[in-house]
């Protein structure tokens, strides 16, 4: 029993096949549920051009973090810190990170209690769904990486399930003329909305570094991270362009939750209806894998610039934090409005996409090539 | 050892006893005989207060009852005012011993003179409050109000609400002169500066009072019923008129929205022949030459003949060319009736072509949307109808054309 206790941080070993799923849910999560009114308020009718947009910055932005895999691999992302800058200033940048990994955590589940509120039931606090949900993410993390990969695997069906219902019933009710005039406003609101796309979709992908090391076949892990991270974002892709054909961008940009407006519609000839409650899984199974591995992010990261050999001893206190912070880490909605369409975009720029390209850039100079193979062997073993 | 077991059971039966705390319940639960479900609202407004009535289900009455046992009324209105929509419906509970649930809501009206003062502003609670959907038909009560219509009680459809909302669909799909808006689809064409709403209307028939008690609904003609009504034509959120029939059946050829209607032509020797619309497709387009708007509608209808009063050989082609011919300048008049109704009675886009010229030009829509409604009122508007009569129903010639030879 205290040998099990005493074993190393993670030493899970995930498949591809498990990191694919868990990238495309985590690329999903959240995003789906409140971009597409951001994209709609930026690009009226060329939302769904702007969720485009931000695929292909996805490609630039994924493709940054394949580059470091590979000039750091077998890595996370503080040691990724450390190597490249020393010890004390990678610690420091290690920390920024690790913070950014809870505040993540704490906003999204303010997102969960939040959505709860506003459409299910507004009289139960929301530090009753805020704490319930974190308990199932705080047993996901302390059961390790290969629980929550499996469970991933047995979520997705689920979610592919009601994705394909949900395309499938709202086809009939799509409007095409909503999507004209295209391009009324040029490229500019485009640019715009695709950067808080990826933003939203792409860029916390930084905060999987904290897995990549535990994937058995890293090689053939770094295709399959890109494809199905593009794959996710196309789905978000999607949803959008419905939402704008069926809702109309007016009616997109003004909803607090617009994927959720779109599944109030379906209306399958009088009988299929009113299902969002049930639809409504297919937000809980994403956006719990986005809040696991925001939280896994940060006490991974935490233990390791503590060196603990246990990342599950800082769990429980962390999962307090995380639940207060969550409670006023917006204190209303409008501030949190503000906060994501102005704060955020400049911040995870600089964590998504500033840091890791300067932290690669040093990669470069300081591993010639030819070490690059012993240094992966070296992290392998 | 035994001293160990105790241990070890203790987090078993704390974890069972935290698992006893959520079969209370859910916090926000709310019993069926909790709620007062309403199918029907009303918004009139009197100086400066909204006035409220919600149609509530009157559960014993509709419940698996066959035949009216008692004399109860299936349904029963609340009525209360207040200078916000939401505070009226809250207020309610003064007289309701059950809180007002809207999720079921089939219809929301509005009394006529209400709708004159502009209805935009009272629909926002039902846009923004998170137990209503937006799947329900806005309506304007013509020439009363809201809360009279809602205290009618209807014979077939037990709650009057059901019966306005399915005699509004139904008419849309057989008969064509009214259209069913959704709440959302009003916003929308609120917002638009290319398209004025419309909403269908509709009208008390018979004796000014009654009408609310069951004795309306115990004979085969109720002294008062709701009837559909045309469309009510607004500009921006306010009413500015009505279409006849005759317009309101050709807007709904404009915007592509007839299912299935019947409609009929004079015979070239006289008399009338009825013909069943099978199929209806149209297009509106507004494009922009040499700097003014050139709209068009395009409208290609399949038909049936239906019956035929009149002297004519059905079984040669000419005559069906014949008919094919006039049934497209009858379908032509009802357009233009309709256009008219646009261009020069109320001076309002009701149509949407302003949408039409803001997909095809987005920079002149950008130039003209300010006083789009003006530009509208002289436009060229080109109406070209393609008529097929495919079919003759189960006859050829009427029985009466062997007769008459």
Redo the contacts between chains.
Sequence with gaps: MKGVLQEMSENGKISVLQLMVLVFLYTIGTTVLVIPSGLAATANQDAWLGAIVGVLIGTVVLGLYIALWIVYPGQTFVGICRAALGKWAGSAIAVIFMGYGFIGASTVLFYVGNFFQ????????IW?TVTLFALVVVMGTRLGLETISRAAELMLPWFLLFFAILVITLVPAAKY?NV??ML?FGWKPLFEAGLSFAGTAYMPIVFLFAVFPHVKTPEKAKIGVYVTALIGGLCVVLVTLLCILV??P??TARSMFPSY?LV??I?IGNFL??VEAVMAGMWFITTYVKTTFYFYGGVTSLSEILNLNNYRNVTLPCTMIVIVLSLIVYPDVVYMQYWDSIVFPPYILLMGVFIPLLLWIIGLFKTKPGQNAAASGKNQS | MAANMTFKRIPILLSVLILMLPLTGCWDRREMNELAISLGMGIDRVGKKYVVTVQVVNPSQIAGQKGSGSNESPVRTYTAEGPTVYEAIRKMTIASPRKIYAAHLRVLIFGEGMARQGIGKSIDLLSRDYELRTDFFLLVARGTTAAHALNILTPLERIPANKLYRSIETSEKAWAPVTTVTLDEFVNDIVSKGKNPVISGIRLTGTEDGGSSTDNIKTTRPAIQLENNGLAVFRKDKLVGWLSEMESKGYNYIINNVTSTVGHVSCPNGGNLALEVVRADSKMKGTVKEGRPHLSVELRVEENVGEVECSIDLTKVRSIQELEKRAEERLTRIIRRSLDAGQKKYKSDFFGFGNAVHRSNPGYWKAVQKDWDERFEDAVIDVKVNVKIKRTGTVTNSFMEDKEE
Excluded at chain 1, 118 to 125: A, E, S
């Design positions: 506003t459409q299910f039931i507004p009289r139960t606090p009753c003329v004209r005039p009324e809702l109309g007016n009616i407006a109030k519609k209306n209806q009113r």
